[in-house]
């Protein structure tokens, strides 16, 4: 992916393969040099979604908003006319999910060993969510 890649393709994150990113924003602005669109697809609530994005100075094109994963994908494949759709994910629900609605499925390790991107570390992340008590607070 890293530098070369299609450039008429959509990527979508879930938010939960973003989050087991070591740098979301950098992720972004990588992933932009080689998709057209890219945005954040998840269950959780909206403000969930734009906290996390607001903090790491993510600009998505798409997000999923107040509907589910799948009305969301179906949502951009639609408006969004590429040739590739990827939804990038962390399970095999995200893997089932994709199949469903027609998007290519990446797992994010895949995805950060063919980009270039570091993950996170487990033990970092399970720290800051201890020490703040809540995962949608800036």
């Known amino acids: 992916m890293n530098g070369g890649g299609d450039a008429d393709m959509t990527l979508a994150f ?3 393969a973003l989050q087991e990113l070591a740098d979301p924003g950098r992720v972004f602005e990588d992933a932009r040099r080689w998709s057209e669109y890219v945005g954040v697809v998840s269950e959780k609530p909206t403000y969930v979604v734009t906290n996390f994005t607001r903090k790491n100075r993510i600009r998505q ?3 999923s908003g107040p509907r589910g994963r799948e009305e969301s994908l179906d949502s ?7 040739d ?3 939804f990038v994910g962390t399970n095999e629900e995200d893997a089932a999910l994709a199949e469903e609605v027609g998007w290519e ?3 994010v390790e895949d995805a950060a060993e063919a980009a270039e991107w570091t993950l996170a570390e487990d033990d970092a992340d399970e720290g800051i969510e201890a ?3 809540r995962d949608d607070w800036p």
């Open 14 to 16: 879930e938010l939960t």
């Open 61 to 63: 094109d798409f997000f």
């Open 76 to 82: 951009v494949k639609e408006q969004f006319d590429t």
């Open 84 to 86: 590739r759709h990827v």
């Open 105 to 107: 499925y990446l797992p």
């Open 131 to 133: 020490e703040s008590g």
